[in-house]
């Protein structure tokens, strides 16, 4: 069974930084791609940052330069590196994973449990 475990939400500081951490366990052939996604509620879950296998990066608009993902193959693992935190970004964050599986050979989508991120004075 596959479980993504995300670490590192909590209270920061408009202006303030804060690392988010998420590593998948279980039994994995390969992992595709990870990424990070947020929800606000009354909103869809929106796309923050993801990374593939070949280091290929995507980000959002509103990232703007201030959120940095990164990844440890060796791990499956993945980070998202936040910077000048606004009190727009709270929301919770959900790591997500495109990867295959032992049991099977095509690749499906998993989630994590999502951390509260939350930006005030």
């Known amino acids: 069974q596959v479980q993504l475990v995300e670490s590192g939400g909590g209270l920061v500081q408009p202006g303030g930084s804060l690392r988010l951490s998420c590593a998948a366990s279980g039994s994995i052939r390969q992992v595709t791609a990870m990424g990070w996604y947020r929800q606000v509620p009354g909103k869809e879950r929106e796309l923050v940052a993801r990374?593939?296998?070949?280091?290929?990066?995507r980000y959002a608009d509103f990232v703007q330069g201030r959120f940095t993902i990164s990844r440890d193959n060796a791990k499956n693992a993945v980070y998202l590196q936040m910077y000048s935190l606004k009190p727009e970004d709270t929301a919770v964050y959900f790591c997500?994973?495109?990867?295959?599986?032992?049991?099977?050979?095509?690749?499906?989508?998993?989630w994590g449990q999502g951390t509260q991120v939350t930006v005030a004075a």
């Open positions: 990374i593939r296998g070949d280091d290929n990066t």
């Open positions: 997500h994973a495109a990867l295959v599986p032992v049991s099977c050979w095509h690749p499906a989508a998993y």
